[in-house]
């Protein structure tokens, strides 16, 4: 089956056909049908580009490549750490639009003319990226704003990139195994509505005010205030924040501001947003903080967030709490809940890896990075045949970027060791710790409280519709069933022998002319027989034992 060529993206399967020419995948365009939009363009033999080109390249081809390759850029799980380091510096700028068609696309969304919505408009823009362009301005109230106005046809663009991307998804979903197992139509979907979000200037202003509310207990994080009535969802106007972006601060800078301070009430900020909130910004790079006149941080640039629900919240505390402690089995089996397992699952592997991960981060506790730790779990869980849930690995690229800010403020800041006191020490959201020890214990047990009614209904209804399973895993099933007949016969035997002895008890009460030593001898008889079945059944008991234990010391030599 080869792909349906649209004459009008005819363009679009060009670009993506020679892309994956160019990286070593000509199989796919060939088994696709995208051969024929190639013409005479195909690669030479052999030829494979950098990580760096095919970054280069995502640019070259426009907004939703470059958006495409920044999501890959935290699926570690996915592709080797070459390509995502190199996606993880693709830059989102491009050449501005022109002031007439800011002006136009301001009028259009307001209202009204863009000299009666701002006292002054500033017509060269402070920068321009692939979907919008920001612009100084002053409010007539005297408000010093910023304005992020939409680049004209992007939104049409992207819906016809997106259009070219779904058909080859399940195309390949269909006839890679590769991609149906990484569940490339899924992967996309989760990509569309991401993108969806960020062409929509008003959920980014909710995403302000939401932030804003999450970091209001902490007076030295700042978040920009939105001007609801001049923002539509292709015009965002919000607050202006004077400042330096943290990548442009000097050392004479760093050594009059409270640095220390400032890294751990940030990390703090964005542990609150993780753990607590469920809500946090996905790219708190460099880039997007700024250190403002008055020493305190702005955090910018909403317009990609990420969610997470409550189950997923506590999971992912004890997780960080089990890596911190050291704990590599109960990051293996948590890892293991979070993540959906595919046919290829290797439980051995992924516990053996995760041991080496949690080992190595426990011995470098103050060089090893949170996030590097998160998003190398989710490369194991991937090779493990685990599929991580996308919110894992941005949480894991949120704590590296954070992890490398805080650096800048603070040199001497231990990552490790300040994500395991500030996880501690959470006491909202229904948590409320008191120990180390016990914290995690209390988690599984809100786990099991909200998830054993489900669970119970459903072996219910596999009971009543007569479908209830039950597997047994063993090593030797001869051996397995030898031994559950010997349970049987031992706990046989000693029933009978306890009935042998309530009976000889009652027996003895009744009156009888024939007696032993005294007992009326049915009685006596019976107590006799009961004292040697128990015997015999204790010495068999023992001797089996040394047996099983002798046979086990024998295996583990040879082993």
Not at 136 to 144: K, P, T
Not at 293 to 303: F, H, M, P, Q, S
Not at 407 to 422: A, G, K, N
Request: proline share 4%.
């Amino acid at each position: 089956m080869a792909l349906t060529i649209d004459p009008r993206h005819l363009r679009r399967y060009r670009d993506i056909a020679r892309l994956l020419v160019k990286y070593g995948r000509s199989d796919v365009v060939q088994a696709a049908g995208l051969d024929a939009v190639l013409r005479d363009e195909q690669a030479a033999p052999g030829e494979m580009e950098t990580a760096e080109h095919l970054a280069a390249d995502l640019e070259a081809m426009g907004p939703t490549f470059v958006k495409l390759g920044q999501l890959l850029s935290s699926r570690v799980d996915l592709l080797p750490s070459t390509y995502t380091d190199a996606l993880s510096r693709l830059q989102d700028s491009l050449e501005p639009f022109s002031f007439d068609e800011v002006e136009d696309v301001v009028t259009s969304e307001l209202g009204v003319r863009l000299a009666r919505a701002y006292a002054d408009f500033d017509e060269k823009p402070m920068a321009a990226a692939s979907l919008g362009q920001v612009h100084r301005a002053v409010l007539r109230s005297g408000d010093e704003v910023v304005v992020k106005v939409q680049r004209p046809g992007v939104r049409r663009t992207v819906a016809d990139d997106m259009d070219v991307l779904g058909e080859i998804a399940e195309f390949l979903d269909e006839h890679s195994a590769a991609a149906a197992r990484f569940a490339l139509t899924g992967l996309l979907e989760e990509f569309r509505r991401s993108l969806l979000d960020e062409l929509d200037y008003r959920r980014e202003a909710s995403n302000l005010v939401r932030l804003g509310e999450i970091v209001a207990d902490r007076p030295r994080l700042v978040v920009p205030r939105p001007y609801d009535g001049l923002t539509t969802s292709r015009v965002l106007t919000m607050e202006r924040m004077r400042g330096h972006k943290v990548t442009e601060l000097n050392p004479v800078v760093l050594t009059d501001i409270d640095g220390p301070t400032l890294a751990a009430d940030l990390v703090a900020g964005y542990l609150d947003q993780i753990l607590v909130a469920g809500f946090f910004h996905a790219d708190p790079h460099a880039g997007n903080l700024l250190l403002l006149d008055d020493a305190r941080l702005a955090l910018l640039d909403l317009g990609q967030v990420a969610r997470l629900d409550e189950r997923m919240r506590g999971r992912l505390v004890r997780m960080l709490l089990a890596v911190a402690e050291g704990k590599s089995g109960e990051v293996a089996s948590i890892a293991a809940e979070m993540c959906e397992r595919m046919p290829s699952y290797d439980d051995r592997l992924l516990r053996r890896q995760i041991a080496d991960l949690v080992d190595r981060a426990t011995r470098e506790q103050s060089e090893m990075q949170a996030g590097s730790v998160v998003l190398h779990l989710t490369q194991v869980c991937g090779a493990a045949g685990l599929r991580p849930p996308p919110a894992l690995a941005m949480v894991g690229k949120a704590l590296l970027s954070l992890d490398e800010v805080a650096r800048t403020l603070d040199p001497h800041y231990r990552p490790v060791e300040v994500l395991r006191e500030h996880t501690v020490a959470l006491v909202r959201s229904g948590l409320r710790p008191s120990l180390e020890g016990t914290f995690s214990a209390m988690l599984q047990t809100k786990d099991l409280v909200e998830q054993l009614p489900g669970r119970v209904n459903r072996v219910m209804a596999a009971l009543a519709d007569g479908d209830l399973r039950v597997r047994v895993q063993a090593f030797d099933e001869k051996e397995f069933l030898d031994g559950l007949h010997r349970m049987a016969n031992r706990v046989a035997t000693g029933l009978v022998v306890a009935a042998l002895v309530v009976g000889a008890a009652v027996l003895s009460q009744v009156h009888s002319t024939s007696t032993i030593l005294g007992y009326p001898s049915v009685a006596f008889i019976f107590f006799l027989i009961a004292a040697v079945a128990g015997l015999v059944l204790v010495v068999s008991i023992v001797w089996s034992d040394r047996r099983m234990r002798a046979r086990y010391t024998r295996s583990r030599d040879r082993s």
